[in-house]
């Protein structure tokens, strides 16, 4: 069974930095697709950024050079580094692999 676990999340304020972390458990990592999402109150939940088994690296169009996602096949981890961080990122952030989802991370970005 596929076990995800987010970390890292906060608050910060606007222009601040966090680094997020998704901790992967059950699963051939290396042989997986891994994606971040975020869901804001009142709104749909929203494409993050994706790393694919391929190394592929796919970020949603809000992202605008302002993440980075990566990954650790060694450890089984995921990473989201979010700079330059606005009050419309605030939203709890998920990692994703196919149908399994981990229980999210609160980003709260405010002055």
């Known amino acids: 069974q596929v076990h995800l676990v987010e970390s890292g999340g906060g608050l910060v304020q606007p222009g601040g930095s966090l680094r997020l972390s998704c901790a992967v458990s059950g699963i051939i990592f290396s042989s997986s697709d891994i994606g971040w999402y975020r869901k804001a109150p009142e709104k749909q939940r929203e494409f993050v950024a994706i790393?694919?088994?391929?190394?592929?690296?796919m970020y949603g169009d809000f992202v605008k050079g302002r993440f980075i996602v990566s990954r650790d096949n060694a450890k089984n981890m995921v990473y989201l580094q979010m700079n330059s961080l606005k009050p419309e990122d605030t939203a709890v952030y998920y990692c994703?692999?196919?149908?399994?989802w981990g229980q999210g991370t609160q980003v709260t970005v405010s002055s």
């Open positions: 994703n692999i196919e149908a399994a």
């Open positions: 790393t694919t088994k391929t190394g592929q690296i």
